[in-house]
Nanobody, 118 residues
Framework: QVQLVESGGGLVQAGGSLRLSCAAS????????MGWFRQAPGKNREFVAYISWSGGSTHYADSVKGRFTISRDNAKNTVYLQMNSLKPEDTAVYFC???????????WGQGTQVTVSS
């Protein structure tokens, strides 16, 4: 089992940048593919970005492609989401996700609020 704690959210003006971090503890961090999801008020949780356990593969939602970058440091048990050129529609609670590559079980952090003002 893994525990996830997100940080780095906050209030930023449109066009600005933020970097989210997700620190993992518990089982070996490289046992998990990692992802970021977000949920805006009144909307379903949606996929944002994915990175494989080795860091060799990444995928992004079309809405963030070219603006957001996911990365991981397995030595620090941390996954990052660098968010540039932020837009008001990026406002949401951002959740870190870990998927165990062995049994495909999902784990979630508690979320961090990102608010982009226009």
């Amino acid at each position: 089992q893994v525990q996830l704690v997100e940080s780095g959210g906050g209030l930023v003006q449109a066009g600005g940048s933020l970097r989210l971090s997700c620190a993992a503890s518990g089982r070996t961090f490289s046992s998990y593919d990692m992802g970021w999801f977000r949920q805006a008020p009144g909307k379903n949780r949606e996929f944002v970005a994915y990175i494989s356990w080795s860091g060799g593969s990444t995928h992004y939602a079309d809405s963030v492609k070219g603006r957001f970058t996911i990365s991981r440091d397995n030595a620090k048990n941390t996954v990052y989401l660098q968010m540039n050129s932020l837009k008001p529609e990026d406002t949401a609670v951002y959740f870190c996700n870990a998927r165990d590559v062995a049994d495909l079980r999902d784990y979630w952090g508690q979320g961090t609020q990102v608010t982009v003002s226009s």
